[in-house]
Nanobody
Framework: VQLQASGGGLVQAGGSLRLSCAVS????????MSWFRQAPRKEREFVAA????????YYADSVKGRFTISRQNAENTVYLEMTTLTPEDTAVYYC?????????????????????WGQGTQVTVSS
């Protein structure tokens, strides 16, 4: 399974970006998907996750109401729509996936629940 993240860039505070993560090697219908991010000198942190059929989404408190995770299974792509960006959102954003039901259900916020990772895409928000 390979994940290819894209869509990062430089944006002013208050602006928006949409990240994409293309999945290959396995149908995305069998995967729960998530986004994590890592800011400079900080540990990687959970951002958002979406169940296999997209019926439930989960967000970190810091992005709730501003970010939206969605998936298009037919296109094998997951998206992260980010609005009202602030400099605190500056980070490398990673998409991740897992086919394991139990780890996702019990610890979807943990990196260890995910088996597949994309290479990351840089998001920089200027003040």
């Amino acid at each position: 399974v390979q994940l290819q993240a894209s869509g990062g860039g430089l944006v002013q505070a208050g602006g928006s970006l949409r990240l994409s993560c293309a999945v290959s090697g396995r149908t995305m219908r069998s995967l729960a998907m998530s986004w994590f991010r890592q800011a400079p000198r900080k540990e990687r942190e959970f951002v958002a996750a979406l169940r296999w059929n997209g019926d439930s989404a989960y967000y970190a408190d810091s992005v709730k109401g501003r970010f939206t995770i969605s998936r298009q299974n037919a296109e094998n792509t997951v998206y992260l729509e980010m609005t009202t960006l602030t400099p605190e959102d500056t980070a490398v954003y990673y998409c991740a996936a897992t086919g394991r039901v139990s780890p996702f259900n019990t610890a979807k916020y943990s990196e260890t629940s995910y088996d597949y990772w994309g290479q990351g895409t840089q998001v920089t928000v200027s003040s």
